[in-house]
């Protein structure tokens, strides 16, 4: 399938894949009640690109963990494919800032742990699509090496290749590259972009970078100063495939200087 095709296929008329109405969400803590969320509104097309960009404590980890059915929001409600998050679900695969692999475990056993982790077995057609997957992020020939014989970059790979294991219709991504270089951290995001264009799917991309966040997403959403709202949601109407190229489209400086406005603190 050519990548126009696979936009042209967005299945928008299927309702939203990730849909949050007035949801909050307060801690208790030791000094009391943190409200992190406050009455949080936004949803998601299938196979839409969403980047959240906000200062730090905002409550964006917190968005992507009631997504990802790690905790429960305290007020409001959020839908995943039309049904309320009732716990973590095999179609939802995650990327962390830190890849957080099992250092005792080869690059292939890191990638296939979660079925381990679920079912107690691995078969050889797990190994065989877990090294499929590998040469995809670039790690074609890596399967038996342990995390510590690769770079950051390469171990980050081996935790999106993890998340993509099973082809979840949901990928969340928490800061996902903002422990590499900046080389580093740009051809992943165009290698990111190529996976999602070849396999759609719904991506929720939290980044520090505007300019990531720009040029990788369908929409940005800006969160505010906690407790986190959204303040913008703005549609990047820059053409795809995306690539090199599209870092010196003018629009995107246009884009970046908008949320950037957006960003700077007000004192
Ligand atoms: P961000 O990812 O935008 O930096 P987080 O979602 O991690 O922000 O955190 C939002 C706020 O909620 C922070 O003040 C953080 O300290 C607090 N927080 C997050 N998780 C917990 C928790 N489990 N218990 C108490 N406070 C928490
Ligand atoms: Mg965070």
Known sequence: MGQAAAFAERPRALGPSIRFENTGQVFQTDEGPLEALRGVNFAMDHHEFVAVLGPSGCGKSTLLRIIAGLIA?????????????TG??????????????????????????????????????????A???????????????????????????????????????????????????????????????????ARPKTVLFITHSIAEAVLLADRVLVMSERPGRIIEDLAIDLPRPRGIETTTDNRMHDYAAHLRSLLVKRH
């Open 73 to 85: 929001p305290t007020s409001g409600r959020v839908d995943v494919f039309g049904k309320p998050v």
């Open 131 to 197: 090294r499929d997957i590998l040469a995809s992020v670039g790690l074609e020939g890596f399967s038996k090496r342990m995390p510590d014989e690769l770079s950051g970059g390469m171990q980050q790979r081996v935790g999106i290749a993890r998340a993509l294991l099973m082809d979840p219709d949901i990928l969340l991504m928490d800061e996902p590259f903002s422990a590499l270089d900046a080389l580093t951290r740009e051809e992943l995001g165009f290698e990111l972009l190529k996976i999602w264009e």
């Open 88 to 129: 973590p679900r095999d179609d939802i695969g995650i990327v962390f800032q830190a890849p957080t692999l099992l250092s005792w475990a080869s690059v292939e056993d890191n990638v296939v742990f979660p079925i381990r982790h679920k079912t107690g077995r691995v078969g050889e057609a797990d190994r065989a699509r």
